[in-house]
């Protein structure tokens, strides 16, 4: 069984439409993650969610609305594509927000292109 | 704030070849440090990690010591194969920092035949 999973794999659409990433866990855990990789492959916080409260926002802009329908789920909607968007978004989730030391574990990324 | 630099550029060696992959990092609090890895077209991988000075993390023949007095977490394998071709990320997180992972810019290693 995955532990984090989150789909689609692959989207590519127009610029300008509305697009979703769906992502669950099965770990058990309480905090879940957005996390960006650039074309250079930086990464990059986005939204972390800790039993469907949101804790981190992370200068994203608004066109980008994250959802956690319960703990086991964050969804990622984005509004207005725009050609600059095209990354690989990964989900990611932990047993908690106080245990740094605790291993964060990654979806295996959704790779959006934006055309 | 919360950093991690890693050495610039990719890393092209032969098999069975030594690796040495450099990290430091700048932290408020005593960070926890880690190493992931993204193999070709995958997901993100926790490699190792190490929560306190002098630990060291070791996996699938990697290894990295947390050294506080220069700030560093460099991983090393002595031999590498084809199969370790990826990307490596450093990355830390500290106490009362809400868990985000603060990453280095990643490593490109091609292992050649």
């Known amino acids: 069984d995955t532990a984090v999973s989150q789909t689609p794999k692959y989207l590519v659409t127009q610029m300008g439409n509305d697009k979703s990433i769906k992502c669950e866990q099965n770990?058990?855990?309480?905090?879940m993650y957005w996390y960006k990789q650039d074309s250079k492959k930086f990464l990059k916080i986005m939204f972390s969610?800790?039993?469907?409260?949101?804790?981190i926002n992370e200068t994203v802009p608004n066109r980008f609305s994250p959802k956690s329908p319960d703990k086991a789920h964050l969804n990622l909607h984005i509004n207005s594509l725009e050609l600059g968007d095209s990354a690989v978004y990964f989900c990611?989730?932990?047993?908690?927000?106080?245990?740094?030391?605790?291993?964060?574990?990654f979806g295996e990324g959704s790779w959006l292109t934006v055309v | 704030g919360n950093s991690v630099t890693q050495m610039e550029g990719p890393v092209t060696l032969s098999e069975e070849a030594f690796l040495t992959i450099n990290c430091t990092y700048t932290a408020t609090g005593y960070p926890s440090l880690f190493w992931y890895v993204q193999y070709p077209g995958e997901g993100l991988q926790l490699l190792l990690k190490a929560t306190k000075a002098d630990d060291k993390g070791s996996n699938k023949g990697f290894e990295a010591t947390y050294r506080k007095e220069t700030t560093s977490f460099h991983l090393e394998k002595g031999s590498v194969q084809v199969s370790d071709s990826a990307v490596y990320f450093c990355a830390l997180s500290v106490p009362y920092g809400n868990n985000r992972l603060a990453f280095g810019k990643g490593n490109q290693v091609v292992v050649i035949p």
């Open positions: 969610y800790n039993n469907k409260e949101l804790i």
């Open positions: 770990l058990g855990h309480d905090t």
């Open positions: 990611a989730s932990s047993q908690d927000l106080t245990s740094f030391e605790n291993t964060i574990y």
